[in-house]
């Protein structure tokens, strides 16, 4: 199987992150503490499909679960 993409978007749709998880990677954190504070959507395709979600960038190291992802301090971990 091929690699995944993981990418995160503005609520209005604009790509502000793209990366890669490849074939062999069972994980990957991305940093997001450059981004403002706000609602993202992020989307990860690939082999298997897609799954998509909202993540918020909170202040102070707010922790938000959703759907496979998971934003702590600064950092989204995507586990597939």
């Known amino acids: 199987k091929g690699g995944w993409e993981i990418t995160i978007l503005s609520l209005t ?14 994980s990957k954190t991305v940093s997001v503490v450059h981004l403002p504070v706000g609602l993202y959507i992020y989307v ?7 799954v998509s979600g909202t993540l918020q960038r909170g202040n102070g190291g ?3 679960n959703s759907g496979g992802a998971v934003l702590a301090r600064g950092k989204v971990a995507v586990v597939r």
């Open 62 to 64: 707010n922790t938000v």
């Open 13 to 26: 749709g604009q790509p502000i992150l793209k990366t890669t998880l490849s074939a062999g990677e069972t």
């Open 44 to 50: 990860v395709s690939g082999g298997d499909g897609v």
